[in-house]
C-alpha cells in the first residue's frame, strides 16, 4: 500500500515540472523572457509557484534544448544565437530533412503519409489567424512529422535536438520575418515534391526552403 501514494506523487511532481517548463519555453519564445536574460531560481521559484529543485530540472531540459545556457559562475541566462549559428542551424535542418524526405520518395505507396503532410499543412493554414506561439508550434509540427513519418528515429532524435534553436532562432529574427518562413504555399511544395517520389527533386525544394528560411531569418 505504501507504494501507491510514493507513484502518485512521482506523478504531480513531473506534472508541475512539465508546466513549469511549458511556461518558460513560452516566455522565452515569445520574449516575454528576452535573450541574455539571467534566470534567477528564487524569483522564477515564486512566480511559478514551485520548489527550486522542480525548477532546477525544468532549467536543465530547457539547457539541453539549447534555449537556456551557462555563463561566468553557472549562471543561467536565456541564449542569444548569432547570425552564422543560424545559418549552421538550418544547413543541418535542411541535411536532416533531405534525408527523411528521400527516405518517404524510396516507399512504394506515398498515399497515407502524404495524406498526414496534406493535414499537418491545413493545420499551419489554420494556425495562420491565431497567435504567434500557434504558428510556431504548427509549423515546427509539420517538420517534426515530416521527420517521424521516415520511421529513422536517429534522425527525429537528430531533429529533436535542434528545436530549441529553431525556437531561438526565431526571437533572433523578430516577429515580422519569422512569419514570412510560415508561408503555407512553400510547405506544401515540399509535400508536392515528396508525392513525385523523385528524391533529387524534393533535396533541392527543401535546400532551398531552408537556405530561404536562414536567410530571411539573419537578414
Known amino acids: 500500500m505504501a507504494a501507491e501514494p510514493m507513484s502518485l506523487l512521482g506523478l504531480e511532481k513531473t506534472s ?40 532546477r530540472e525544468a532549467l536543465r531540459q530547457l539547457q539541453q534544448e539549447g534555449l537556456v545556457a551557462a555563463g561566468a559562475r553557472g549562471r543561467l541566462s536565456v541564449r542569444h544565437l548569432d547570425a552564422k549559428e543560424i545559418r549552421d542551424i538550418f544547413a543541418v535542418r535542411a541535411a536532416l530533412e533531405s534525408l527523411a524526405a528521400r527516405e518517404l520518395c524510396a516507399l ?48 527525429l532524435h537528430s531533429w529533436r535536438s535542434l528545436e530549441g534553436n529553431i525556437r531561438m532562432s526565431i526571437m533572433f529574427a523578430g516577429l515580422d520575418r519569422a512569419v514570412k518562413n510560415m508561408s503555407v504555399p512553400r510547405h506544401g511544395e515540399i509535400v508536392d515534391a515528396i508525392a513525385t517520389g523523385d528524391a533529387a527533386q524534393v533535396s533541392e525544394v527543401i535546400t532551398e526552403h531552408m537556405e530561404g528560411a536562414a536567410a530571411v531569418l539573419v537578414a
Request: one cysteine or more; glycine letters at 6%.
Open 108 to 155: 512504394p505507396d506515398r498515399t497515407e503519409i502524404i495524406a498526414v503532410l496534406r493535414g499537418a499543412v491545413e493545420k499551419m493554414d489554420r494556425a495562420a489567424e491565431a497567435g504567434l506561439e500557434e504558428r510556431i508550434e504548427a509549423d515546427l509540427d509539420f517538420h517534426r512529422t515530416l521527420c517521424r513519418l521516415a520511421g529513422n528515429e536517429t534522425l
Open 16 to 55: 508541475l515540472r512539465q508546466q513549469a517548463l511549458a511556461a518558460l519555453r513560452r516566455a522565452i519564445t515569445t520574449g516575454e523572457l528576452p535573450p541574455g536574460t539571467h534566470l534567477v531560481e528564487t524569483d522564477l521559484s515564486e512566480m511559478l509557484q514551485i520548489s527550486r529543485g522542480t525548477l
